[in-house]
């Protein structure tokens, strides 16, 4: 039968997610499985890509001009107002250092100590949508936007203040880390947390190869509709895994999509894996009844 943990899925999670690998691991070998409760949240890093990231160049006293996904921005040499227009790439900026003027969404309480500390009184928003009186009213000198962003949007957050778009949903998380840490002047910072990120990927491959060779893995998680997502070798937190040396169950393997959603009735797919992950945000109630009503035996 497959193994379960529990694991979130954010941009702030690489280094959290080696060590629920790593739990894994340990648990694998002894037939136990860690709770969701042993989890510890860490830190955004990854492969450099510095240099593609931004073109600085001096325009004024203070400032750069720094490429996005959406063209050229002059933002402050080193911002010290900033926000988080989305909820996923305010943990990129905690993990840099930055305790952000703005966040979006409240489950960073959630998220640890220190997510739930740098986040706290700083609402401007969902998980993805905005909220731009209370960014206006934070007096922000650079808004900061980790999703694919519409035109209205970015018009309107650039009324307010620079805005810079990095969106993860077309890079790999340590990409992310490296091109939001130039452009808010983090570039030392974001060059330790890929130190880390390396040292422990190849910590957790070493010790536990035999592991990892004798399990295949998936990582899913319910879409609320009568549907389960399976993440694909292209998903960025599996990404990371794989790196660490987790190889994913065949279909999940061979997958190019990103996520495909499947029936609650093909849930015989997950038969093929060793270890499955759940989304930390999974009802695991609601999930293990739908589970129930298809026959299936979680």
Not at 100 to 116: F, L
């Amino acid at each position: 039968m497959a193994r379960y943990l529990s694991r979130a899925r954010t941009p702030g999670a690489i280094l959290s997610v080696l060590a629920s690998l790593s739990l894994l691991c340990a648990a694998c070998s002894t037939g136990s499985t860690p709770s969701s409760g042993e989890e510890s949240r860490g830190s955004s890093a990854g492969t450099s890509t510095a240099g593609t990231s931004t073109a600085d160049s001096t325009s004024a006293a203070g400032t750069r001009q720094v490429q996005t996904d959406l063209g050229e921005v002059t933002v402050p040499d080193r911002a010290e107002r900033v926000i988080a227009a989305d909820y996923f790439v305010g943990f990129t900026l905690m993990d840099l250092g930055i305790e952000p003027v703005g966040v979006s969404g409240s489950d960073y309480s959630d998220q640890g100590e220190t997510y739930a500390e740098a986040a706290k009184d700083a609402d401007v928003g969902t998980w993805t949508d905005v909220d731009y009186e209370a960014i206006l009213a934070a007096k922000p000198d650079l808004i900061v936007r980790g999703i694919d962003t519409d035109e209205d949007t970015y018009a309107r957050l650039s009324a307010i203040a620079p805005t810079v778009v990095i969106s993860f949903q077309d890079l790999s998380l340590t990409e992310v880390t490296e091109r939001v840490g130039a452009v808010v002047g983090r570039d030392d910072e974001a060059a330790d947390l890929v130190a880390q990120l390396a040292a422990r990927t190849s910590e957790i491959s070493q010790e536990h190869a035999d592991v990892l060779a004798a399990n295949t893995f998936d990582l899913v998680s319910p879409t609320g509709d009568g549907q389960w997502w399976l993440y694909g070798s292209a998903w960025t937190d599996l990404t990371v895994l794989t790196q660490a040396g987790a190889e994913l169950a065949p279909t999940a393997k061979a997958q190019t999509e990103q996520v495909v959603p499947y029936a609650f009735e093909q849930l015989d797919l997950l038969a093929e894996a060793d270890v499955i992950l759940l989304d930390a945000y999974t009802d695991y109630a609601e999930l293990h009844r739908q589970w129930s009503v298809v026959g299936a035996s979680p």
